[in-house]
């Protein structure tokens, strides 16, 4: 049935959001484990509510047991009976992650996670009174029995108490058609129930008034049935009339205890009630409280008894930003455009200067109308690529808490700037190797909690994830409070590798630089965590991959801060136009790291053809980019600029180019859809007049140059 | 810039012929998207003999073939009253430069022939059919997939 699976898809993600919703509520609540605040535990629970009611209507037994077993806990917490303190939010945070894999599972269709059995024995013991008993642990693997459906696992036996129901109908009620009688009935069905009739404002039959009410009821239920059913009896008419339900605690006590109301705040006088300090509350606070529940025992629970503020039945959304799902194409389609739009403006631009039109001002003034509106166009619709980082930085918390379970370190995961967005493939594409990055810092940064104590650092470790916006990159930070690099081992295990000489001179960045050499693994035993044969060298090359940067700085016995510099779209780049044997060509700005005139500087030859220039202390070898394409070369160097490019982390290269033309944002066009990989070029792009220009891929021109000859000096660092 | 576009019609066996020094040729006008005037090429490094370059076509990159270069003919020194015919075949897009087009022709069953053992000829693995014209024109049909260059990350051929 496609309507059916259009539904599915529907509630899979409305789950991912009420996923990111709980994992929001999570990371607050960890940050304040002992005292959560009462509208996050309300959130997290109405989104774990939200996903059980939606896996119900669609079978999903699994993912509702699950569910189920999770929101008795955080339902606990919310009603003040349960503290789970520190203790308890990794369970917390692990079952998470398990419904996460849940709704996952059911999505794909694949089978269960393994650890869901331990998960729910965890938060078993949690909704049991946090778990205090070790012993109990001895039983506890015996499967809940979750099959009835509001089956309070807290309490096995739960008291048959009842509740005291006064019930006055409005006339509306009736106009709308409502039996009260039948009302009453069901209600009597959840148990047995004594229905006192209240004709106190009856009137006399001379004095009666057909179209007024005078009836009311009270009720005493004596149930084991939750207070969900008895509102889902009486919400249809909650409107129509006066309810009011107090939990039963004795028969004896009836409407003298303090009420619960679920009324509006418009109450009239009319219905008998004790308003008293609590009815007073109920207007000051216009915020939801936790409703003590009928099954609290004993006489504890009535002096304290709060309002409730909110049928649980029906969960609140918590206001979202409004948005709309739309097909990546026609986004991608919409930018298209506008990149015509805005070179069919250049066009125009000199199609009349061109046509050099006597007294041009209007013209020229609506030509600059269009450029600016083009621009302005092109800028909102790259925004509606452009997602929060948010999503990323929400499954490093996981990656972490595996991470720190994996190593048995204490690890805790900060972000900050999360709601910075950056183009949807960037972050796509960011999530692989940030958990490289993360794993390898929680792995290697973090030292273990001995260790931490012995110097004086708290025990739990800190990662810090930070992203910020800085002149049109994103900036993301990796912070560990850890050890930093142990250069001298690093060195070591370099030389040993034969990946630097013996004895060679190193800056303390460079060896630092040496963790991103291919082939390089530090640690000393292969963990099972980040010793899989893939370094950070893989990191690197994924983010060049994505046009951006990664560097490192440590500080020993004070941690290491890796960060990553990307573009904030690949659809946009900003490069110099430069003239390689009459073509203008692109070389991407962010690997440009100065332009210099050969003439001013001494060039040194090596052997009959390889050329070099001294720049900083380095000597830099010299491609000319023009022969490496295959064109006519440069010629003379001294006619030729230098641009040096950076093409790996720290090494240099200088491009020979004949000219350079301008610095600007161009719009990257695919040549691989039509045509194929070129070598040494990246992509297209158009430029004002129309025509394409190739964007040169640094890296690649190195590597082909290598190849061709492998005379080539490697002189990175003098 | 001189553009045209072509009606396409839902008959198969339409054919758009064009010249090629003094040979004719004819491709299939389902694959034809349009023609348009030539104007000068970006030219791609490394690009065998036959890719004049790449053009802009609202927005997309189009290589263009020089077909008289591909098929084994003297390279075209192109100036602006060649053609280039867009062409569209398994989602890949490319221009093909040819001397001018002639004509939109209805082809009937019978003018088309095989091609007749020609010795190995480079033109000859690129024609599929020959087909005759009542002015006494031979078409010869060209083969798009061993036209075109190879696409989607592999080495253009």
Redesign the interface.
Known sequence: MPQRDDLRAAFFEECEDLLAQMGDGLALMSDAADTPELETLHSVFRAVHSIKGGAGAFGLNGLVDFAHAFETVLDLMRSGRLSIGSTGMPTLLRAYDVLSDLVAAARDGVTEPSSMAAILVELDILADGGGADEEDIEFVPVPLDLSLPFASPVEPEPAPLGYMIAFAPSAALYLAGHEPAALLRALVRLGSARVIPDTDEVSPLAAFDPGSTALRWQLELSTCASRDEVDAILDTVSHLADVMIAPLVTHAAGMEEEASTQSRPSLPDQVPSEPGPIASLAMSNSDPVPVMEARVKGMDAAPASPIRGQPEATPVQMPVASTIRVNLDRVDRLI??I??LV?MEAMLSQAITNAQIEDGGDIANGLEGIKNLAASIQESVMSIRAQPLKPVFQRMQRITREAADATGKSVRLQTIGEGNEVDKTVIERLVDPLTHMIRNSVDHGIETAERRRSVGKPAEGLITLSAAHRSGRVIIDITDDGAGIDRARVRQIAEERGLVAPGAHLAPSDIDNLLFMPGFSSKEEVSALSGRGVGLDVVRREIQALGGRVTIQSVPGQGTTFTIALPLTLAVLEGMLIDVGG?TMVLPLSSIVETMRPASVQVQYLGRAARMVASRGALIPIIDLAE????DPVGPLEQAILIIVEYDADRCVALAVNQIHDQRQVVI?????????????SA?T?LGD?????IIDPEEIVQSAAAESLALPHVANG | MRQMLIEHTPDQSDVVSFRIGDQDYCIDIDVVREIRGWSPTTVLPHSPPHITGVINLRGTVVAVVDLAARLGLPQTVPTPRHVVIIVSVNSQTVGLLADVVSDILGIDEGSVKPVPDVGPDPTRAFITNLITHDDGRILRKLDMDKILPRSAGGQPS
């Open positions: 298209n455009q990149g015509e070179i073509e490496s394409f295959g064109f066009k695919s040549l691989e859809d039509n045509y194929g990989d070129v070598p040494g070029i297209a158009i129309g025509r394409i220009a190739l």
